[in-house]
C-alpha cells in the first residue's frame, strides 16, 4: 500500500467548474501536512476544450510532473479512450457509468470503478446548470472516502474557497457528502483493498505555503516598493497586475494608500514598456508583466533602456512559441532572445527564478538592480511556474533596505562641482543620474536613444559611440557582483554534472535519485541570473562530463554559456524538454541514460 505517494490525474471539460474542485483537493492534502503540488494542463479557448490536472503527494517532496498515474478519474467522454490507454497494471481507473463506450477497452489489469456520477448530481441539485458544476465536488467526496482524506478538512477547505460568496458553499458541502456517501455504501469492499491512502502528518508542512508563482511574484512587488506597473493583458502573466493591484491596496495602509501607486493597461506592450521607462527616468520602481508575444513587441523600448540606462523591470511569463504557440503550455523558450532583446549589440541582466520563493524574492531583487546598474532587468517565469500550485517556504521580505543606486541630489551636486551624466567616475562604468525635479541648476541633462556623450550632448563621433558600448560592456561584468549567484551542489570526488535553472529546478533533486539507482552519481549547479559569475566557470572546469537541462529546443542557455566559455563545447550535452509540458524527471533521467550509453 502507497501511503502519501501517488499522483491523481483528473481529466473533465474546461469551463465545467472542475479548477475549483481540484483545488479543494490539492489544499485539503496540504492542510493535512502532506508534501503535495496541483499542475493544470488546460487549453488556450475559454470553455469546450479537454482540461486535465494532475495532483502529487510524494513524502520526499519529489513534486515535479509525472506520467505515473496511479488514479485517474475521467469525466470527459471526448479523452475518455485517451485516458484509459494512460492506465498501468496496479492503477486505478473511475469513470463516469453513464459513459457509452466498448468495455473491453478497458486494461483488465487495472481496477476500474465505474460511478453514477451524472445520477448523484441529480440528488445534489434540481438546477441542471449547477449540476454540471457539483459533479466536480461529488468526485472530491468519492476520492475523499477512498483514500482516506479527512471530511472536516475537506469541509472547511470547502467554506475558505468559496467565502467570497457565502450562498454558494453549502450546496458544495452537500454535493461533496453525497459523493462520500455513495463511496461508504457501495465502494467499501473497494476501499479496504485500496492501495493508495492518505495519512496526515502533523506540522508536516510547517513553514511551508501552497501558492502558485505569479502570486509570489504580486506580493513581492509590493515588498519591493513597485510604485508603477504598466500592462497589457496576455496568459500566463495577467494575474500578476491583477495580483499587484489587489495586494497593494491591502497592505499599503495609510492615508495615501490608493494614490502611492499606479497600475496603467496600455494599449499595447509597447506602451506598456514606454511607461515604465518613463517612471523609471523619474525615479518610479515601476515593472511590466508579459509572455512572449509581448517581448517581442517590446523589443525597442529594451534597447532604449540599455542605451539610455533607464532602469527598467520586465517580468516574463514564458509559454510556448514562436508566434502565439501555445498560449496556456510551459517553455524556457524566451532565453536567448531576453538575454539581447533590441538590435545592436545588447546584452540584458536576467534573474531566473525556480519557486515561488525565489518569485518573491527575486520581485524586491530586480529592483534594486535595476537602480544600481541603471538597466532593464528581465526576469524569466513560466507558466508552470506561475500558474500552478507550489509547496514553497513561507514568503519573507528581505531585511535590506532598498538600493536606489548612484543618485545625486542638490548637496552632492554642489559638492562635486560638475555633473556629466554618462562619465564613468568610479571605475565600475556605472555613471551616476539625478532625478528630475533637483534643484540645481546641474542637474538637468538630455535623454536620448541615440549616440551621446558622456555629457549627454548628441554625438555622432565613431570613438564616443565605440566607447560607450566598450562601457556599457563593462558595465554588464560590474553586474556579476550585484546578481544572485548560481547555487551549486559539488562533490570533487564526482565528475557527471547536472546544470538546470528555473522551474526545470523542481524535477532535478528526484533526477539525481533515479541515476544514482542506476549507479550515476550527479552534482548539480542552478544557474539564478545572467551574466554567468566565476561559480559557472568553476563549475565547468570540476566537472568531466556535464548535462545542461532546459526546456526548449535550440538549447539556449547553452548557447549562452558556450558563446561565453567555448573551450567546455565537448563537455557539455543537452537534455531538452519542449513539448508545452512540464519536464518531469523519468524523462530527464531516461535521456541522460540514453547519452551515456551513446558516449560509453
Not at 502507497?2 to 491523481?8: D, G, K, P, W
Not at 500550485?389 to 521580505?397: A, I, N, R, S
Not at 535623454?447 to 566598450?470: C, F, I, K, M, N
Request: with cysteine.
Amino acid at each position: 500500500m502507497a501511503t502519501n505517494n501517488f499522483t491523481l490525474h483528473i481529466a473533465t471539460e474546461n469551463g465545467s467548474g472542475s479548477q475549483s474542485a481540484n483545488n479543494i483537493l490539492v489544499k485539503s492534502l496540504f492542510r493535512l501536512g502532506l508534501k503535495v503540488s496541483g499542475k493544470n494542463l488546460f487549453p488556450s479557448n475559454i470553455q469546450g476544450l479537454p482540461t486535465w490536472f494532475t495532483i502529487r503527494v510524494n513524502p520526499d517532496g519529489f513534486l515535479s510532473n509525472s506520467l505515473n498515474y496511479n488514479i485517474i478519474l475521467s469525466l470527459n467522454p471526448v479523452t475518455f479512450a485517451k485516458d484509459i490507454a494512460k492506465t498501468k497494471p496496479g492503477s486505478v481507473f473511475i469513470y463516469n457509468d453513464s459513459f457509452k463506450f466498448d468495455k473491453t477497452l478497458l486494461n483488465s489489469e487495472a481496477l476500474n470503478i465505474a460511478v453514477p456520477f451524472t445520477e448523484l448530481a441529480r440528488e445534489a441539485s434540481d438546477s441542471a446548470k449547477l449540476r454540471k458544476l457539483l459533479i466536480n465536488i461529488i468526485y472530491v467526496g468519492v476520492l475523499s472516502e477512498l483514500i482516506g482524506l479527512d471530511f472536516k478538512t475537506v469541509e472547511a477547505v470547502i467554506g475558505d474557497q468559496f467565502k467570497s460568496k457565502p450562498s454558494v458553499a453549502p450546496p458544495n458541502i452537500k454535493a461533496f457528502r453525497i459523493g462520500v456517501q455513495y463511496a461508504k455504501e457501495h465502494l467499501s469492499s473497494i476501499k479496504s483493498n485500496f492501495d493508495f491512502k492518505v495519512k496526515a502528518i502533523t506540522g508536516g508542512n510547517d513553514g511551508k505555503i501552497l501558492i502558485d508563482g505569479n502570486t509570489a511574484t504580486s506580493l513581492g512587488l509590493v515588498y519591493g516598493g513597485c510604485n508603477f506597473m504598466s500592462w497589457y493583458p496576455i496568459t500566463p502573466s495577467s494575474s500578476i497586475a491583477e495580483g499587484f493591484d489587489f495586494y497593494a491596496k491591502q497592505l499599503r495602509v495609510n492615508k495615501d494608500a490608493q494614490n502611492n501607486f499606479a497600475v496603467v493597461q496600455a494599449e499595447d506592450e509597447i506602451s506598456a514598456l514606454s511607461m515604465v521607462l518613463g517612471s523609471g527616468w523619474a525615479g518610479g520602481r515601476a515593472v511590466t508583466c508579459t509572455s512572449g508575444p509581448g517581448l517581442s513587441l517590446m523589443s525597442e523600448a529594451a534597447g532604449y533602456s540599455y542605451f539610455a540606462e533607464i532602469p527598467a523591470v520586465i517580468w516574463d511569463v514564458q509559454r510556448g512559441g514562436p508566434s502565439t504557440g501555445l498560449p496556456t503550455r510551459t517553455q524556457q523558450s524566451d532565453v536567448l532572445f531576453a538575454a539581447h532583446l533590441s538590435h545592436g549589440d545588447t546584452e540584458h541582466v536576467l534573474l531566473l527564478p525556480a519557486n515561488p520563493k525565489e518569485c518573491f524574492e527575486f520581485a524586491q531583487t530586480c529592483f534594486d538592480l535595476a537602480e544600481r546598474l541603471q538597466t532593464l532587468i528581465i526576469v524569466l517565469s513560466d507558466l508552470d511556474l506561475g500558474m500552478n500550485f507550489w509547496c514553497t517556504d513561507e514568503l519573507k521580505p528581505l531585511e535590506q533596505k532598498f538600493d536606489r543606486g548612484k543618485v545625486l541630489n542638490s548637496q552632492a551636486l554642489n559638492e562635486r562641482g560638475e555633473f556629466n551624466r554618462y562619465k564613468d567616475l568610479d571605475g565600475d562604468s556605472i555613471p551616476y543620474r539625478t532625478l528630475p525635479g533637483t534643484e540645481h541648476k546641474q542637474a538637468a541633462y538630455f535623454t536620448r536613444g541615440t549616440g551621446h556623450d558622456e555629457s549627454a550632448q548628441y554625438s555622432e563621433s565613431p570613438e564616443v559611440y565605440e566607447h560607450t558600448l566598450d562601457r556599457l560592456k563593462l558595465k554588464y561584468e560590474t553586474a556579476k557582483k550585484y546578481v544572485p549567484k548560481p547555487l551549486v551542489q559539488q562533490n570533487d570526488k564526482i565528475k557527471t554534472g547536472l546544470i538546470a535553472y528555473g522551474s526545470t529546478d523542481s524535477c532535478i533533486q528526484e533526477a539525481q535519485s533515479l541515476l544514482q539507482a542506476q549507479n550515476i552519481s550527479t552534482n548539480y549547479l542552478r544557474v539564478r541570473a545572467l551574466p554567468f559569475t566565476d561559480e559557472v566557470l568553476d563549475y565547468l572546469q570540476k566537472n568531466d562530463r556535464i548535462y545542461l537541462i532546459e526546456q526548449n529546443r535550440d538549447a539556449q542557455l547553452k548557447q549562452l554559456l558556450l558563446n561565453k566559455y567555448p573551450q567546455f563545447y565537448d563537455k557539455v550535452h543537452s537534455v531538452l524538454n519542449y513539448n508545452g509540458q512540464s519536464i518531469s524527471a523519468e524523462f530527464v533521467t531516461k535521456k541522460i541514460l540514453s547519452i551515456e550509453g551513446g558516449l560509453s
